[in-house]
T-cell receptor
Framework: EAGVAQSPRYKIIEKRQSVAFWCNPI?????LYWYQQILGQGPKLLIQ????????DSQLPKDRFSAERLKGVDSTLKIQPAKLEDSAVYLC????????????FGSGTRLTVV | AQSVSQHNHHVILSEAASLELGCNYS??????LFWYVQYPGQHLQLLLK??????LVKGIKGFEAEFIKSKFSFNLRKPSVQWSDTAEYFC????????????FGGGTRLMVKP
């Protein structure tokens, strides 16, 4: 079974620039999550999609972060404009619904804002 | 909102030593509990999970964890660690009022000396 694909693996940008991350979940997984993992901390949920609808985006800084999952499959997370404190690993995960509870995480995108 | 505490941020052990990593959560309702591992340069992987039933759960690679409801704890154990267990370990909780959202602890970085 193919895993959760994320790209790019690494990104370095200057503050106030914009950046986008891409995620392709495991085929058939209806639920997709974006987590932010700041160095030295555990992952924190940013947004959860069920198919192409948003289930929970309460912890997404909506003034600068946006995410979409237009066709209910792959997803993009955008930051505009980036701040220094956005430096983190952005993890995408997906899960099946109603079959227990099991995430599969991608390898993440490491963002450095300078 | 629930929170998860991992008291040991860094642990250094010699091979064959026993391991116990602490995890406590703050939520009085029903929870699902998880331990994830992140090997250097790799994505988060599920070690084990507890939903219900026997509070002593066994996972992959000889790891086990015990859910003690009265102590709000879910400590991870392994009788004899190996150099290959060097990784970062994250405890995570899903509360029954949080949909599929996972709340992670801050992680424990384990180094096993050969």
């Amino acid at each position: 079974e193919a895993g959760v694909a994320q790209s790019p693996r690494y990104k370095i940008i200057e503050k106030r620039q914009s950046v986008a991350f891409w995620c392709n979940p495991i085929s058939g997984h209806a639920t997709l999550y974006w987590y932010q993992q700041i160095l030295g901390q555990g992952p924190k949920l940013l947004i959860q999609f069920q198919n192409n609808g948003v289930v929970d985006d309460s912890q997404l800084p909506k003034d600068r972060f946006s995410a979409e999952r237009l066709k209910g499959v792959d997803s993009t997370l955008k930051i505009q404009p980036a701040k220094l404190e956005d430096s983190a690993v952005y993890l995408c995960a997906s899960s099946l619904d109603g079959t227990g509870f099991s995430y599969t995480f991608g390898s993440g995108t490491r963002l450095t804002v300078v | 909102a629930q929170s998860v505490s991992q008291h040991n941020h860094h642990v250094i052990l010699s091979e064959a030593a026993s391991l116990e990593l602490g995890c406590n959560y703050s939520y009085g309702g029903t929870v699902n509990l998880f331990w994830y591992v992140q090997y250097p340069g790799q994505h988060l992987q599920l070690l084990l999970k507890y939903f219900s039933g026997d509070p002593l759960v066994k996972g992959i690679k000889g790891f086990e964890a015990e859910f003690i409801k009265s102590k709000f704890s879910f400590n991870l154990r392994k009788p004899s660690v190996q150099w290959s267990d060097t990784a970062e370990y994250f405890c995570a909780v899903n509360a029954d009022n949080a949909g599929n959202m996972l709340t992670f602890g801050g992680g424990t970085r384990l180094m096993v000396k050969p």
